[in-house]
Nanobody, 119 residues
Framework: QVRLVESGGGLVQAGGSLRLSCRAP???????????LGWYRQTPGKERELVASILPGGITNYADSVKGRFTISKDNTKRTIYLQMNNLESEDTGVYYCNHRSEHGNDKWGQGTQVTVSS
């Protein structure tokens, strides 16, 4: 059973920073490195949206709203992906979910972590 464990959310003032982590302790290395890894966020009344993703080869992709402020990275040996969020804005408030997408398009999700940015 794939398990994704998120941490790092919280309350921060606008302009501040947070780093989210997502561990996959039960995922074997070869699967972790072949998955597309991503962070999504959801706010009330809106669909879950992609914030950032990193392909198996390391290419990263960002939503326009976070470019230049957020950085996605991964540590294969720790089976962990990170989302460094700088210069946070109130619009970044939401529940953030990590995602693993297999080569076959199967999705696994973390439990979600709340990020609240106060203005």
């Amino acid at each position: 059973q794939v398990r994704l464990v998120e941490s790092g959310g919280g309350l921060v003032q606008a302009g501040g920073s947070l780093r989210l982590s997502c561990r996959a302790p039960t995922t074997i290395l070869s699967v972790f490195t072949s998955n597309t890894l991503g962070w999504y966020r959801q706010t009330p009344g809106k669909e879950r949206e992609l914030v950032a993703s990193i392909l198996p080869g390391g290419i990263t992709n960002y939503a326009d709203s976070v470019k230049g402020r957020f950085t996605i990275s991964k540590d294969n040996t720790k089976r962990t992906i990170y989302l460094q969020m700088n210069n946070l804005e109130s619009e970044d408030t939401g529940v953030y979910y990590c995602n693993h997408r297999s080569e076959h398009g199967n999705d696994k999700w973390g439990q979600g972590t709340q990020v609240t940015v106060s203005s």
